[in-house]
């Protein structure tokens, strides 16, 4: 081995991988841990068999805590990586390492990795003693979307941390599989707002599969859930909702006696945005003896007619797409090739692209949907969700990300691929502006068509 200190932020500078791979073998077991560190940074795949290597848990680690350290940052590397060869070492890593760090690192890499080959160790680490592993198992299995994992995340639900319950949750939602409608609406009376919010975003993700179950319990919960199904079947936002949520609005058997159910149901009515519900919210408006649900009817009640009366729907047609939007966004065309169209909201606060790539018949959306990541990665932001589906014979993604370093800015990109066409659209903007426009957005995006 050899004794030399190495300049560690050099190797890293420089990108020199041989170096790196040096460290991780010196002497010197603070050398090897910033050697691990180094190579997490640079994630080369020259790397993977010495971070394979360094992996490995060995009895006589025990006497030297750094190891641990070391093994930590191999696990991060491999996941960052993202090599196969990394699987088999990462599942034993999970089976036998007594140090929870390096577990849940595993179970983070194996998440990165993506192979449903993880699926079963995974699972069992939903038994795990450390709640951090059991945890970033429910997070992977959700990455990996294996249907196997339904069940075990269905009972990770009841665990006794929230931090599981709510990545288990999250889980559910990507893997949109209707047998945890039930669990997930059950979540929805948790404990913790944490896991309340994502089992309800998770519900949304589920979309008209969760609506005739998110109705009954928006008739029979308790009033907390009752306000909650309300919300969440406003985000959905499918018309089978419009009669009940009236009806709790109206005044009879049917009537809502909660203020706060009653709120809810009229904020819902708003993002649905149907004109029909108009008159209801107006006499909700006029008569309701609560602030709180007047405020509500007229909020809704102006959100629908900006949306059906004062907005004129405009569309936009190149031969090759079409979509629709609102007259509160102007569309340019540029120079730019790629940049076939670029919108503004209000003063210019949310800037839309539009770009187009040809002849990828043979890269899936999951393949460019990396590509979108590593941009994302390059621009510093942090991705916060993302999501897969088919529409209109479109294969659909759609990724949430946000960066604060300068200016708070959300970013929604979505791809829209078929055949040999791929077109993806990127919103950025002020979060807040991003929120009160999101209803213009979600009309670009549902009219949005490749001929």
Do not use: C
């Not at 960066?403 to 040999?420: G, W």
């Amino acid at each position: 081995m050899n004794s030399a200190e190495p300049d560690i932020d050099l190797l890293i500078d420089n990108r020199d991988v041989e170096g790196l791979i040096t460290a991780l073998n010196h002497e010197n077991y603070l050398i090897r841990k910033q050697g691990a560190f180094g190579l997490k940074k640079v994630g080369d795949e020259r790397a993977v068999e010495p971070l394979i290597n360094a992996l490995r848990y060995k009895n006589w680690h025990n006497d030297y805590t750094l190891l641990t350290s070391v093994r930590e940052n191999a696990a991060e590397a491999l996941g960052f990586i993202g090599s196969e060869d990394a699987i088999e070492p990462l599942i034993k890593t999970m089976d036998t390492d007594p140090d929870e760090e390096v577990r849940w690192k595993a179970a983070w890499a194996l998440g990165e990795i993506g192979s449903p080959h993880a699926t079963e160790v995974l699972i069992r680490a939903l038994k795990d003693n450390s709640w951090t592993v059991r945890r970033h198992a429910a997070n992977s299995l959700g990455i990996i979307g294996d249907q196997d994992a339904v069940p075990p995340l269905m009972k990770a639900l009841e665990d006794k941390d929230w931090h599981v319950r709510k990545y288990a949750a999250v889980a559910l939602g990507k893997m949109k599989d209707e047998v945890a409608i039930p669990f997930l609406l059950e979540a929805l009376e948790d404990e913790d707002a944490d896991v309340r919010w994502k089992a309800g975003s998770s519900l949304v993700s589920m979309g008209g599969l969760a609506v005739p179950s998110l109705i009954k319990k928006f008739k029979k919960g308790n009033w907390h859930t009752r306000g909650r199904a309300a919300e969440i079947l406003g985000r959905i936002g499918d018309e089978r909702a419009l009669q009940p949520l009236m009806d709790s609005l109206t005044p009879g058997k049917f009537r809502d006696k909660h203020r706060h159910v009653r709120g809810k149901a009229a904020e819902a009515l708003g993002r649905i945005g149907d004109i029909e519900s108009l008159e209801i919210l107006q006499r909700v408006y006029n008569e309701d003896e609560y602030k709180y649900v007047r405020e509500k009817a007229e909020e809704a009640i102006n959100k629908i007619r900006k949306l059906s009366v004062s907005t004129k729907i405009l569309n936009y047609d190149n031969g090759e797409v079409t979509f629709d939007y609102p007259d509160d966004w102007e569309l340019l065309d540029t120079a730019d090739s790629k940049k076939i169209v670029k919108g503004y909201y209000a003063n210019s606060s949310i800037s839309l692209s539009l770009n187009r790539q040809a002849d990828v018949e043979e890269i899936s959306s999951a393949e460019f949907a990396e590509m979108l990541r590593n941009v994302i990665a390059i621009q510093n932001s942090s991705l916060i969700s993302e999501d897969m589906f088919k529409r209109d014979e479109m294969e659909v993604y759609q990724m949430v990300a946000e960066n604060n370093e300068v200016v708070p800015t959300d970013i929604l990109t979505v791809s829209f691929k078929k055949k040999d066409l791929l077109y993806y659209l990127w919103f950025a903007g002020d979060p807040t502006v991003l929120k009160e426009a999101e209803e213009g957005i979600q009309l670009i995006l549902d009219s949005f068509y490749i001929y």
